[in-house]
């Protein structure tokens, strides 16, 4: 079989059938990558930057976006912009392997033009694209990629990530599929106020009756108001930050799930494991473990 890979098939495993990689994370300047068997529907959600899913199983996957459904079937990707909602799922009584891309904006920004203009602001966009040879053979290298340490397996990088939206530019540049433009309007100071509250304490005990308050507004205009700016309702504002503050204070192995649930003022630890599985399909412990670097 050919090394070269735009002449490799799309399955990392390189088969017919492959042995899908158990779920993987891996952490970088670029954000997030991980691999994620997905057997169920994810809560609706959304991320403070942009993600890139890729479905790289033999199985048709969905992604619900903002109320409507959008299908991808083996060998297709969706570019999500940042602070967009949206849930994915397998095909009801299948397994779908994909693989995701969390991408800080800020990293974007220099390493990424063209895609960084998707993924926020006036211009962002879903774009809907076909996953191409080369784009599957740096994926397949992710696939192995740091799985032993010991035998100096680079993990997934700043630099291959840099190198595999070099061609999903391409391929999304070049894209006859469906194009969906988010519009939002001006942030009002009051709701900049607000968000910056949330950034700062990202906690399960931020009420938004206490937010619209400290904003002078009444719950149902403060709700109004910020959709309007953000796209997502103010809860689903405060969870992707709390869920992405969460998995950022896993990296730190010192910190145990109870003091990092405490911190985050989490009730009770069962409340902490749900919350966190409604969001990745793992509990806290597992998603830990999974995670290269």
Known sequence: ???????????????????????????????????????????????????????????????????????????????????????????????????????????????????????????????????????????RGSFTAGRNHEDGDEPFHDLSVGILLDYVAKAADDSASKVHHRKTAAADFRIRKAMQIMREFPKTSLEVSSLARACGLSRPHFHKQFVEVAGVSPRLFLNSLLMDAIIEKMRDRSLSLARIAQEFEFSAPGNFTRFFARHTGLSPASYRASMMN
């Not at 993924?119 to 076909?130: P, S, V, W």
């Open 1 to 139: 079989m050919s090394t070269d890979p735009a002449h490799e098939p799309m399955n990392p495993a390189g088969g017919a059938n492959p042995a899908w990689p158990e779920p993987r994370y891996w952490h970088g300047g670029f954000g997030r990558a991980s691999w994620v068997l997905m057997s169920s529907p994810t809560a609706t959600h959304a991320h403070p930057h942009a993600q890139i899913v890729f479905n790289v199983s033999d199985e048709r996957a969905l992604c619900l976006l903002e109320d409507e459904k959008l299908d991808l079937p083996s060998g297709t990707a969706v570019f999500l912009p940042a602070c967009c909602p949206h849930h994915c799922s397998p095909v009801a009584g299948t397994q779908a392997s994909l693989f995701m891309l969390n991408l800080d904006t800020d990293w974007l920004r220099s390493a990424q033009p063209f895609i960084f203009d998707a993924a926020k602001g006036d211009n962002a966009r879903t774009i809907l694209f076909a996953i191409t040879p080369r784009m599957a053979g740096l994926i």
